[in-house]
């Protein structure tokens, strides 16, 4: 499937130059390396075990399928952040996407976690999505207030649902936006808070 309006050009809140895209499969080496430098503390709450090539392979065979869409977030040609959409292409929930978003580190609090949820939005309502979930455990805090922001509401609590990568219980969370309702938050957030768009 091909996006558009990319590649393109941000500047963080820091100066630093960015080229969001979709992922090709000529990316995932440098997607790969990018989730294996993630630090365990923040890999124990995702859902696959991104640091495995098995699990590279499934994930871009899901997005060649159109299972998937995956944006990423590239500082010369090192991968700094990927956000995925995940969605039923049929059935009773084709309407509903689920939003990923992992960013390096020290990027976090630079506007780009907001700027690859706002371009997830965008390819969402071109797909004819309806309704945005995320699901997170109840520790990451960093990521609730994110879609706090734009205008996630919590809708469930699973106790004891998820094991993390310790095998420890965890509750999780999720939460979901109407994307009507998610593109007004958006457009306030990003008038105080956005990366420079080239």
Partial sequence: MKLE?????LTLKDGTEIVVKPLEAKDAPALLEFYRAIPEEDRLYLRDDVTKPEWLERFVSHVEHNEVVSLI?????TVVGEASL??????????????????????????????????????????????MIVQMVESQKSARRLFEKLGF????????????IHGIKRDLLIASNDVSHLWEA?????????????
């Avoid at 992992?102 to 907001?114: A, I």
Wanted: hydrophobic share 40%.
């Fill in 5 to 9: 309006g990319f590649p393109q050009n």
């Fill in 86 to 131: 995940y969605r039923a292409l049929h059935g009773w929930t084709a309407h509903v996407g689920e939003i990923r978003i992992t960013v390096q580190p020290r990027l976090r609090r630079s506007g780009l976690g907001t700027a690859l949820a706002r371009d997830l939005v965008k390819v969402a309502v071109g797909l004819g999505v309806e309704k």
């Fill in 153 to 164: 509401r919590q809708e469930a609590v699973l106790r004891a649902h998820v094991k993390d």
């Fill in 73 to 77: 977030a590239l500082h010369g040609k």
């Fill in 186 to 198: 958006m457009e306030a957030l990003v008038s105080d808070f956005s990366p420079t768009v080239g």
